[in-house]
């Protein structure tokens, strides 16, 4: 297959409401494509499976599996044509014109977020709202999606789809974790600011604790698995039109630990971290899923390839789902948030989660 016959046969699969998965990892020019030849829904139970996971917010509920099969997977590159990399500034948005219905309800929310903070029951929480955006008829899943590899070099970019559960694409720039051999890496992801291409980049004291909290959460989860931690320097990481804070981590763990139970024991560690929870995680969470007042689904979930084979080495490269949206008839369900803490400001947390909705949704005009 080229890279048009995998295009047609995701149409095929589209029309057919048969479930796929097609994606690229960051950076690279290879486009990957899983599909099922019937609409059974698969779902992870240990860990063990091989193919592709996809997995909610909430990790109570099942993560869906669409499993790897010689004979329906495929890989091919990616024509220079196909990648114009990333856009350079956010330009001409309407910061304030738009999304002033959700505003007032999420103000209030991060406001009720900083009193829960203050009273010293979380340190951290992380709020998020949805958006809806009409699509015109010229809009389709395909289209989008080709737009996102085109704009999005910097992240893992997909198009899923299975019949029992919807229809999802995103650009995300964060890494849950990656497995080979006895490493294991992951990132701490947070703050956020545009980006400007002249402009320099000064972090605030908000963030910079928001970026600390994380990685030391990381780091204490790891060390249950690990006596080897590395960690980079802090850096600033660009995402599209949109900057964040980044620290690498690595945890080696001994020859002797199970491969299995590895990836299962670090899924359960990592997610969801404080970087799309809070902090402490369960308090956090169960804020979160009485406040928000609607359901993140496979917002700020995970997904990514488990337990591949790779040059006689099994892999795992899983990613948290941000910068994402649910596709439904005629709309877009644009999923956003940010972290709060007890230096937050409402009206500049709101405008926070209108840049990122900006961010994706340059590819639905």
Not at 152 to 161: E, I, P, R
Not at 166 to 172: F, I, N, Q, S, V
Not at 337 to 344: A, E, R, V
């Amino acid at each position: 297959m080229n890279l048009d016959d995998v295009y047609v046969k995701v149409q095929d699969q589209l029309d057919q409401q048969l479930p796929f998965v097609v994606y690229r990892k960051s950076k690279t020019n290879y486009l990957n494509f899983f599909f099922q030849k019937n609409k059974t829904l698969h779902t992870v139970k240990k860990y063990l499976e091989s193919g592709f996971v996809f997995a909610p917010f909430d990790h109570n509920k099942e993560a869906v599996l669409i499993p790897y099969n010689e004979d329906s997977f495929v890989k091919v590159k990616l024509p220079s044509y196909a990648i114009k990399g990333e856009t350079e500034d956010l330009g001409k948005h309407t910061l304030f014109a738009k999304n002033q219905i959700n505003k007032k309800e999420h103000i209030d929310l991060v406001q009720k977020g900083v009193r829960v903070i203050n009273s010293g029951n979380l340190k951290k929480v992380v709020l998020s709202r949805k958006e809806e955006v009409p699509l015109s008829d010229s809009v389709n899943a395909l289209g989008i999606f080709k737009d996102l590899i085109s704009q999005y070099q910097n992240a893992f970019v997909y198009l899923w789809y299975h019949p029992r559960v919807g229809t999802w694409l995103g650009a995300t720039p964060e890494t849950l974790l990656e497995s080979k051999g006895n490493e294991i890496d992951t990132m701490a992801l947070a703050g956020t600011l545009p980006y400007h291409s002249n402009a320099d980049v000064v972090w605030e004291e908000k963030e910079s604790e928001e970026q600390k909290m994380v990685v030391d959460f990381i780091q204490k989860g790891l060390s249950l698995i690990s006596n080897k931690i590395i960690s980079s320097n802090t850096y600033t990481h660009r995402a599209g039109t949109l900057l964040h804070l980044r620290t690498d981590i690595k945890a080696i763990v001994d020859d002797n630990y199970s491969r299995n139970s590895k990836i299962k024991e670090v899924v359960e560690i990592l997610h969801p971290t404080p970087a799309v929870c809070g902090l402490p995680r369960e308090e956090a969470k169960f804020f979160i899923l009485n406040n928000e007042g609607y359901d993140r689904k496979f917002y700020t979930g995970f997904l990514g390839e488990l337990n591949l084979i790779n040059a006689s080495e099994v892999e795992s490269n899983l990613f948290v789902n941000l910068r994402c949206m649910e596709l439904e008839e005629n709309k877009a369900i644009v999923y956003v948030g940010g972290g709060i803490t007890k230096d937050s400001v409402p009206e500049k947390e709101w405008r926070e989660t209108v840049r990122k909705t900006e961010t994706i949704k340059k590819v639905l005009s």
